[in-house]
Protein backbone atom coordinates (compact mmCIF):
# COMPACT_ATOMS: atom_id res chain seq x y z
CA UNK A 1 0.00 0.00 0.00
CA UNK A 2 2.90 2.45 0.73
CA UNK A 3 3.47 2.49 -3.38
CA UNK A 4 0.89 4.69 -3.74
CA UNK A 5 0.70 7.43 -1.13
CA UNK A 6 -2.37 10.63 -1.14
CA UNK A 7 -2.02 13.96 0.73
CA UNK A 8 -4.06 15.09 2.80
CA UNK A 9 -5.49 11.86 4.43
CA UNK A 10 -8.54 14.13 5.60
CA UNK A 11 -9.76 17.83 4.08
CA UNK A 12 -12.50 19.55 5.44
CA UNK A 13 -13.72 22.48 3.03
CA UNK A 14 -16.34 25.03 2.33
CA UNK A 15 -18.35 25.56 -0.60
CA UNK A 16 -16.20 28.46 -1.68
CA UNK A 17 -12.73 27.48 -0.46
CA UNK A 18 -10.33 25.98 -3.56
CA UNK A 19 -8.16 22.47 -2.37
CA UNK A 20 -5.66 20.41 -4.06
CA UNK A 21 -5.67 16.78 -3.46
CA UNK A 22 -2.43 15.16 -4.21
CA UNK A 23 -1.48 11.53 -5.49
CA UNK A 24 2.21 10.16 -5.74
CA UNK A 25 2.91 6.19 -6.64
CA UNK A 26 6.42 4.83 -6.58
CA UNK A 27 5.89 1.76 -8.88
CA UNK A 28 7.25 3.22 -11.99
CA UNK A 29 3.82 3.17 -13.78
CA UNK A 30 2.30 3.85 -16.27
CA UNK A 31 -1.41 5.29 -16.00
CA UNK A 32 -3.28 7.09 -12.86
CA UNK A 33 -6.59 7.02 -11.67
CA UNK A 34 -8.88 9.05 -9.52
CA UNK A 35 -11.82 7.54 -7.82
CA UNK A 36 -14.64 8.56 -5.99
CA UNK A 37 -16.09 6.15 -2.81
CA UNK A 38 -19.25 7.00 -1.22
CA UNK A 39 -21.25 4.88 1.20
CA UNK A 40 -22.62 1.93 0.49
CA UNK A 41 -22.19 2.83 -4.13
CA UNK A 42 -19.72 1.62 -6.30
CA UNK A 43 -16.50 2.98 -6.96
CA UNK A 44 -16.91 5.80 -9.54
CA UNK A 45 -13.92 6.63 -11.91
CA UNK A 46 -13.69 9.74 -12.54
CA UNK A 47 -10.39 10.35 -14.54
CA UNK A 48 -7.65 8.24 -16.51
CA UNK A 49 -4.17 9.62 -17.67
CA UNK A 50 -2.11 7.25 -19.50
CA UNK A 51 1.53 8.59 -19.52
CA UNK A 52 0.06 11.60 -18.64
CA UNK A 53 -2.53 12.15 -21.13
CA UNK A 54 -6.00 12.22 -20.14
CA UNK A 55 -7.94 9.68 -21.99
CA UNK A 56 -10.92 9.23 -19.72
CA UNK A 57 -13.04 12.09 -18.15
CA UNK A 58 -16.26 10.37 -16.99
CA UNK A 59 -18.86 12.88 -16.95
CA UNK A 60 -17.35 14.63 -13.96
CA UNK A 61 -17.91 18.37 -13.21
CA UNK A 62 -15.94 21.03 -14.26
CA UNK A 63 -15.94 21.57 -10.14
CA UNK A 64 -12.86 18.86 -9.96
CA UNK A 65 -10.02 19.66 -12.45
CA UNK A 66 -7.37 16.89 -12.70
CA UNK A 67 -3.52 17.61 -13.59
CA UNK A 68 -1.17 15.15 -14.17
CA UNK A 69 2.32 17.01 -14.56
CA UNK A 70 4.00 13.39 -14.84
CA UNK A 71 3.29 9.39 -14.95
CA UNK A 72 4.12 9.73 -10.81
CA UNK A 73 2.30 12.29 -9.75
CA UNK A 74 -1.44 13.26 -10.13
CA UNK A 75 -3.32 16.10 -8.59
CA UNK A 76 -6.98 16.92 -8.35
CA UNK A 77 -8.01 20.81 -7.79
CA UNK A 78 -11.14 21.19 -5.93
CA UNK A 79 -13.58 24.90 -5.97
CA UNK A 80 -16.70 25.74 -5.15
CA UNK A 81 -17.48 21.84 -3.98
CA UNK A 82 -21.32 20.92 -2.90
CA UNK A 83 -21.51 19.18 -0.06
CA UNK A 84 -22.96 15.71 -1.76
CA UNK A 85 -19.50 15.82 -3.17
CA UNK A 86 -18.38 14.79 0.51
CA UNK A 87 -16.64 10.82 -0.34
CA UNK A 88 -13.48 9.07 -0.24
CA UNK A 89 -11.24 10.31 -3.12
CA UNK A 90 -9.64 7.26 -4.15
CA UNK A 91 -6.43 7.28 -6.31
CA UNK A 92 -5.17 4.08 -8.21
CA UNK A 93 -1.61 3.34 -10.55
CA UNK A 94 -1.00 0.54 -12.93
CA UNK A 95 1.57 -0.33 -14.98
CA UNK A 96 0.63 -1.45 -18.32
CA UNK A 97 -2.87 -0.06 -19.05
CA UNK A 98 -3.46 -1.09 -23.02
CA UNK A 99 -3.04 -4.97 -21.37
CA UNK A 100 -6.05 -7.25 -20.15
CA UNK A 101 -3.42 -8.74 -17.48
CA UNK A 102 -3.05 -5.14 -15.98
CA UNK A 103 -3.74 -4.45 -11.93
CA UNK A 104 -5.03 -1.49 -10.22
CA UNK A 105 -2.92 -0.28 -7.18
CA UNK A 106 -4.57 2.21 -4.71
CA UNK A 107 -3.97 4.30 -2.58
CA UNK A 108 -5.47 5.13 1.10
CA UNK A 109 -7.97 7.58 0.45
CA UNK A 110 -8.66 11.14 1.15
CA UNK A 111 -11.56 11.78 3.01
CA UNK A 112 -13.43 15.17 2.01
CA UNK A 113 -15.88 16.69 4.11
CA UNK A 114 -17.81 19.97 2.04
CA UNK A 115 -19.79 21.79 4.69
CA UNK B 1 -23.69 -3.07 -20.63
CA UNK B 2 -20.32 -4.06 -18.37
CA UNK B 3 -21.72 -4.46 -14.27
CA UNK B 4 -20.95 -6.54 -11.29
CA UNK B 5 -23.00 -6.90 -8.69
CA UNK B 6 -22.16 -8.70 -5.10
CA UNK B 7 -26.06 -9.60 -3.65
CA UNK B 8 -24.63 -9.28 -0.20
CA UNK B 9 -24.00 -6.07 1.82
CA UNK B 10 -22.95 -8.17 4.81
CA UNK B 11 -21.70 -11.61 5.69
CA UNK B 12 -21.41 -13.16 9.19
CA UNK B 13 -18.97 -15.88 9.95
CA UNK B 14 -17.52 -17.58 12.74
CA UNK B 15 -13.68 -17.78 12.82
CA UNK B 16 -12.47 -20.95 11.32
CA UNK B 17 -15.39 -21.71 9.57
CA UNK B 18 -15.45 -21.26 5.46
CA UNK B 19 -16.20 -17.90 3.72
CA UNK B 20 -18.18 -17.38 0.55
CA UNK B 21 -18.63 -13.42 -1.11
CA UNK B 22 -21.00 -13.54 -3.45
CA UNK B 23 -20.05 -11.71 -6.97
CA UNK B 24 -21.95 -11.79 -10.27
CA UNK B 25 -21.30 -9.86 -13.39
CA UNK B 26 -22.32 -9.02 -16.48
CA UNK B 27 -19.87 -8.42 -19.86
CA UNK B 28 -20.21 -8.08 -23.19
CA UNK B 29 -16.81 -10.32 -24.71
CA UNK B 30 -14.07 -12.19 -22.22
CA UNK B 31 -14.23 -11.25 -19.03
CA UNK B 32 -11.68 -10.19 -16.19
CA UNK B 33 -12.08 -10.44 -13.19
CA UNK B 34 -10.42 -8.91 -9.74
CA UNK B 35 -11.29 -9.02 -6.03
CA UNK B 36 -10.58 -6.07 -3.75
CA UNK B 37 -10.40 -6.00 -0.05
CA UNK B 38 -10.35 -2.37 1.90
CA UNK B 39 -9.40 -2.16 5.88
CA UNK B 40 -10.98 0.72 7.98
CA UNK B 41 -9.33 4.01 6.55
CA UNK B 42 -7.72 2.47 3.96
CA UNK B 43 -7.77 1.96 0.05
CA UNK B 44 -8.42 -1.19 -1.40
CA UNK B 45 -5.88 -4.02 -1.42
CA UNK B 46 -5.38 -5.87 -4.45
CA UNK B 47 -6.34 -9.72 -3.69
CA UNK B 48 -6.38 -11.71 -6.97
CA UNK B 49 -7.76 -11.88 -10.49
CA UNK B 50 -8.81 -13.81 -13.12
CA UNK B 51 -7.73 -13.22 -16.67
CA UNK B 52 -7.95 -16.82 -18.64
CA UNK B 53 -6.70 -20.07 -17.72
CA UNK B 54 -7.56 -22.43 -14.86
CA UNK B 55 -11.22 -21.11 -13.19
CA UNK B 56 -9.61 -21.60 -9.39
CA UNK B 57 -7.88 -18.58 -9.28
CA UNK B 58 -5.26 -18.63 -5.79
CA UNK B 59 -4.58 -14.77 -4.52
CA UNK B 60 -3.23 -12.97 -0.96
CA UNK B 61 -3.72 -14.16 2.29
CA UNK B 62 -5.15 -17.58 1.62
CA UNK B 63 -7.98 -16.11 -0.49
CA UNK B 64 -9.35 -17.66 -3.56
CA UNK B 65 -12.20 -17.34 -6.15
CA UNK B 66 -14.30 -19.43 -8.68
CA UNK B 67 -15.03 -18.40 -12.15
CA UNK B 68 -18.00 -19.97 -13.05
CA UNK B 69 -18.79 -18.88 -16.84
CA UNK B 70 -22.01 -20.53 -17.19
CA UNK B 71 -24.07 -18.88 -14.03
CA UNK B 72 -21.40 -15.73 -14.98
CA UNK B 73 -19.98 -15.45 -11.04
CA UNK B 74 -16.14 -15.12 -9.12
CA UNK B 75 -17.20 -16.12 -6.00
CA UNK B 76 -14.56 -15.40 -3.52
CA UNK B 77 -13.67 -18.10 -0.88
CA UNK B 78 -11.72 -19.17 1.93
CA UNK B 79 -11.50 -22.31 4.19
CA UNK B 80 -11.04 -20.92 7.01
CA UNK B 81 -11.95 -17.15 8.19
CA UNK B 82 -9.91 -14.93 10.53
CA UNK B 83 -11.29 -12.28 12.59
CA UNK B 84 -8.31 -10.21 10.71
CA UNK B 85 -10.43 -11.10 7.60
CA UNK B 86 -13.15 -8.42 8.82
CA UNK B 87 -13.15 -6.07 5.99
CA UNK B 88 -15.14 -4.33 2.90
CA UNK B 89 -14.31 -6.59 -0.41
CA UNK B 90 -15.10 -5.67 -3.63
CA UNK B 91 -15.32 -7.42 -6.79
CA UNK B 92 -14.62 -5.80 -10.19
CA UNK B 93 -15.11 -6.50 -13.76
CA UNK B 94 -12.61 -4.99 -16.31
CA UNK B 95 -14.18 -3.03 -19.56
CA UNK B 96 -13.13 -5.58 -22.45
CA UNK B 97 -13.33 -2.53 -24.71
CA UNK B 98 -11.47 -0.51 -22.57
CA UNK B 99 -9.06 -2.06 -20.23
CA UNK B 100 -8.93 1.66 -17.83
CA UNK B 101 -12.56 0.84 -17.26
CA UNK B 102 -13.46 -0.92 -13.73
CA UNK B 103 -16.37 -2.03 -12.98
CA UNK B 104 -17.06 -2.12 -9.08
CA UNK B 105 -19.70 -3.63 -7.01
CA UNK B 106 -20.87 -1.89 -4.76
CA UNK B 107 -18.86 -3.89 -1.52
CA UNK B 108 -19.79 -6.71 0.95
CA UNK B 109 -18.93 -6.39 4.69
CA UNK B 110 -17.49 -9.52 5.84
CA UNK B 111 -17.82 -9.97 9.90
CA UNK B 112 -15.44 -12.75 11.52
CA UNK B 113 -16.35 -13.54 15.32
CA UNK B 114 -14.42 -14.97 17.24
Known amino acids: ETGVTQTPRHLVMGMTNKKSLKCEQH?????MYWYKQSAKKPLELMFV???????ENNSVPSRFSPECPNSSHLFLHLHTLQPEDSALYLC??????????????FGPGTRLTVL | AQSVAQPEDQVNVAEGNPLTVKCTYS??????LFWYVQYPNRGLQFLLKYITGDNLVKGSYGFEAEFNKSQTSFHLKKPSALVSDSALYFCAVRNSNNFNKFYFGSGTKLNVKP
Open chain 2, 27 to 32: VSGNPY
Open chain 1, 92 to 105: ASSQRPAESTDTQY
Open chain 1, 49 to 55: YNFKEQT
Open chain 1, 27 to 31: LGHNA
